[in-house]
């Protein structure tokens, strides 16, 4: 009969054994971690203008608060000032996500307190709302547009740190940009998993559309086009001139809701997007907004100004 192990030999391997599981366990958590929070190889969004030689990268998750933080300034017909301050304050409060949880009572994406009239936590958690109250107490600071973005945003957040504010307001305007449309086809987001359970759909977008832009961003036919194989369908947004708060073109126009279709992609499920002759599709991201032919007949003409989105099921 073999001799059994000493104590001491026992330990060594227990101990060998608990490093090696403790190493894997360890790279385990990295590797959620960077997938997580757009780490290196992660879905990500960048933000790069013609002729800017910076680029800011963002999750998908940001990118899609900072498109609804966007999208609800246009709704009210306001400058791009007022979309940077907006998204300067988020960045420095939330770092664009929209967290339960903070200093005190305060939660979302711009940390507003339930316990200083800014809403219930439920209304708060919505950043659709959140953006709303935001504009709607920035929009009462006289001169705002005028006044540095530390002081604008300080008159509406009264943080004890109002000069953090600052530190964001370049990759703020760089955004701004994008997400405005001004700065055409600048913010490409790679490939993402949805970020929930739920489906999506053309039916989704329309909602998320018409609750973020205002129910005059799609007709009365609701913006349904054709259907596709497997039950994909197309949503048909079409592109007018912005308001004369925002002052932007029918081009601009067209970019701001297609710039927003990307940065809503992996929550909505949309697998393509095509505008001004570029086409965005998830199944090839990484090459962002790509050059198409040019569509031919009597079609192409009819939807030459439209923002053409199609969903999965």
Same mark, same amino acid.
Request: proline share 6%; aromatic share 6%.
């Given at each position: 009969?073999?001799?059994?192990?000493?104590?001491?030999?026992?330990?060594?391997?227990?101990?060998?054994?608990?490093?090696?599981?403790?190493?894997?366990?360890?790279?385990?958590?990295?590797?959620?971690?960077?997938?997580?929070?757009?780490?290196?190889?992660?879905?990500?969004?960048?933000?790069?203008?013609?002729?800017?030689?910076?680029?800011?990268?963002?999750?998908?998750?940001?990118?899609?608060?900072?498109?609804?933080?966007?999208?609800?300034?246009?709704?009210?017909?306001?400058?791009?000032?007022?979309?940077?301050?907006?998204?300067?304050? &988020?960045?420095?409060?939330?770092?664009?996500?929209?967290?339960?949880?903070?200093?005190?009572?305060?939660?979302?994406?711009?940390?507003?307190?339930?316990?200083?009239?800014?809403?219930?936590?439920?209304?708060?958690?919505?950043?659709?709302?959140?953006?709303?109250?935001?504009?709607?107490?920035?929009?009462?600071?006289?001169?705002?547009?005028?006044?540095?973005?530390?002081?604008?945003?300080?008159?509406?957040?009264?943080?004890?740190?109002?000069?953090?504010?600052?530190?964001?307001?370049?990759?703020?305007?760089?955004?701004?940009?994008?997400?405005?449309?001004?700065?055409?086809?600048?913010?490409?987001?790679?490939?993402?998993?949805?970020?929930?359970?739920?489906?999506?759909?053309?039916?989704?977008?329309?909602?998320?559309?018409?609750?973020?832009?205002?129910?005059?961003?799609?007709?009365?036919?609701?913006?349904?086009?054709?259907?596709?194989?497997?039950?994909?369908?197309?949503?048909?947004?079409?592109?007018?001139?912005?308001?004369?708060?925002?002052?932007?073109?029918?081009?601009?126009?067209?970019?701001?809701?297609?710039?927003?279709?990307?940065?809503?992609?992996?929550?909505?499920?949309?697998?393509?997007?095509?505008?001004?002759?570029?086409?965005?599709?998830?199944?090839?991201?990484?090459?962002?907004?790509?050059?198409?032919?040019?569509?031919?007949?009597?079609?192409? &003409?009819?939807?030459?100004?439209?923002?053409?989105?199609?969903?999965?099921?």
């Amino acid at each position: 009969m073999s001799a059994q192990p000493t104590t001491p030999v026992r330990r060594k391997r227990l101990w060998r054994i608990s490093a090696a599981f403790a190493v894997l366990l360890g790279l385990a958590v990295y590797l959620v971690v960077q997938y997580v929070t757009g780490g290196p190889g992660a879905p990500h969004c960048t933000v790069r203008a013609e002729g800017d030689g910076e680029a800011y990268e963002l999750t998908p998750e940001q990118a899609a608060n900072a498109a609804t933080i966007s999208a609800v300034a246009s709704s009210r017909g306001l400058p791009e000032r007022a979309v940077t301050i907006a998204l300067a304050t &988020a960045m420095q409060e939330s770092g664009l996500r929209n967290i339960d949880f903070g200093d005190r009572d305060s939660v979302g994406l711009f940390q507003q307190r339930p316990s200083q009239d800014w809403g219930t936590v439920k209304q708060i958690m919505d950043p659709v709302y959140s953006a709303g109250e935001f504009y709607r107490h920035l929009v009462k600071v006289p001169g705002y547009s005028r006044l540095p973005l530390t002081a604008a945003a300080q008159k509406v957040q009264r943080s004890g740190y109002p000069q953090a504010y600052a530190k964001h307001e370049a990759n703020a305007a760089r955004l701004t940009g994008a997400l405005t449309g001004r700065d055409p086809a600048a913010l490409t987001c790679t490939q993402s998993r949805p970020v929930d359970d739920r489906s999506g759909g053309g039916a989704k977008v329309r909602e998320r559309l018409v609750r973020e832009f205002g129910p005059e961003v799609l007709p009365r036919t609701d913006g349904v086009g054709g259907r596709h194989a497997g039950g994909r369908r197309t949503v048909t947004v079409p592109v007018r001139p912005t308001g004369p708060g925002a002052g932007g073109s029918a081009t601009q126009r067209g970019w701001e809701l297609a710039t927003w279709a990307v940065a809503h992609s992996a929550e909505l499920r949309i697998e393509q997007i095509s505008y001004a002759g570029r086409t965005w599709a998830a199944a090839d991201s990484g090459k962002g907004w790509q050059k198409r032919p040019a569509d031919s007949g009597a079609a192409s &003409a009819r939807s030459a100004g439209d923002v053409r989105i199609i969903t999965a099921p």
